[in-house]
C-alpha cells in the first residue's frame, strides 16, 4: 500500500498493514495493531513508524513517528549483550483518514532525507539546488520538489549588536539546553555582513521581541531537528508555550 511512497535507502522493511480502506474500522479490529509499519534508513539512526493506538480500538488513530535511535549502553537480549538503544521522538501526526496517513508518512520520510543527506547536496537533490538566502514568506514553504512541514519555534530580535549579529536581526531561540535558566541561548540567525543562516550561542539579555512562530526554512528545521531543539511533537510544543511564557516579560524571569 505504501511502496509508491518514494522510501530512502533502509536497513529494514516491516510491512503487516492489513486494514481495508473500504471496510468499517469495527469489522477489522484484529488489523488495529500498534505495529503495522517500519521502515529504518539505512544508517541506522532514524526510523518511520505506523501503528494504531490504543492498539484494538476501533475509536483509535493511526499514529505516524519519525523516531532517532542512538546507542546507549549494550543490554541483554535473548541470552547475550546487543547493543542498546535511546529513542526520540522527532515527529508524531494521528489520524483516521488514510490520504491523511500517506501524507504524514511521506512528510516522515522527506524528514529524513533532510537529516540524512548534505545540507548542500539535499538542496541539488530536493530543491534544485537552490540558494536558502532569503526570509521564507509566511503561510508558504520554499520552493521546489520537497515541502517540509512547518516548525513551531521561539523567535527574538537582537535588541542591541553583538559580535556576530546586528541591531534587530532575527533570530530562531532553542528550547532550554543546559542549566543556567536561560541565560546563555543557542540561536540561528544571520550574521552581519553575511546572507547565510550560522548557529551560535548569545546572551538572552540581547534579545527582545519575543514571539512564536512558523518555520518553513530547511537549513533551520534541519538543525533544530539535529541539535535538541523544537520537534513535531505535543510535548516540543508544550515546552514551547511554557517558554514563551517565562521570556515574553524579560529573560531574567525564565
Same mark, same amino acid.
Given at each position: ?25 469495527? !469489522? ?25 493506538? /490504543? ?80 526570509? !521564507? ?37 532553542? /528550547? ?79
Amino acid at each position: 500500500m505504501f511502496d509508491d511512497l518514494g522510501f530512502f535507502p533502509h536497513s529494514s522493511y516491516y510491512d503487516a498493514f492489513q486494514i481495508d480502506p473500504n471496510v468499517a474500522f469495527t !469489522e477489522q479490529v484484529g488489523a488495529l495493531r500498534a505495529d503495522m509499519f517500519q521502515v529504518i534508513h539505512e544508517k541506522d539512526q532514524y526510523l518511520v513508524h505506523v501503528g494504531w493506538y /490504543p492498539e484494538h480500538d476501533p475509536e483509535g488513530n493511526f499514529v505516524v513517528s519519525l523516531i532517532r535511535q542512538e546507542d546507549s549502553e549494550t543490554i541483554l537480549h535473548s541470552g547475550r549483550m546487543v547493543p542498546g538503544y535511546e529513542e526520540e521522538v522527532l515527529y508524531f501526526r494521528a489520524t483516521r483518514d488514510f490520504a491523511e496517513l500517506r501524507g504524514f508518512m511521506q512528510e516522515g520520510i522527506d524528514l529524513i532525507n533532510l537529516l540524512t543527506t548534505d545540507y548542500i547536496e539535499w538542496k541539488k537533490k530536493f530543491r534544485d539546488g537552490e540558494e536558502e538566502e532569503g526570509e !521564507e514568506k509566511e503561510g508558504k514553504s520554499e520552493k521546489g520538489s520537497v515541502s517540509l512541514p512547518y516548525l513551531w519555534c521561539l523567535v527574538g530580535n537582537v535588541v542591541e549588536g553583538t559580535n556576530v549579529f546586528s541591531l534587530d536581526t532575527k533570530v530562531y531561540c532553542f /528550547p532550554v539546553l543546559w542549566g543556567d535558566g536561560y541565560k546563555d541561548i543557542k540561536v540561528i540567525g544571520r550574521p552581519r555582513g553575511s546572507k547565510k543562516l550560522v548557529m551560535t550561542i548569545v546572551a538572552s539579555k540581547h534579545i527582545t521581541n519575543w514571539r512564536v512562530e512558523k518555520v518553513y526554512t530547511s537549513y533551520i528545521i534541519k538543525k533544530m531537528l539535529e541539535n535538541r531543539g523544537w520537534n513535531y511533537t505535543l510535548d516540543s510544543l508544550k515546552k514551547l508555550k511554557a517558554l514563551f511564557d517565562a521570556v515574553k516579560s524579560g529573560p531574567s524571569e525564565s
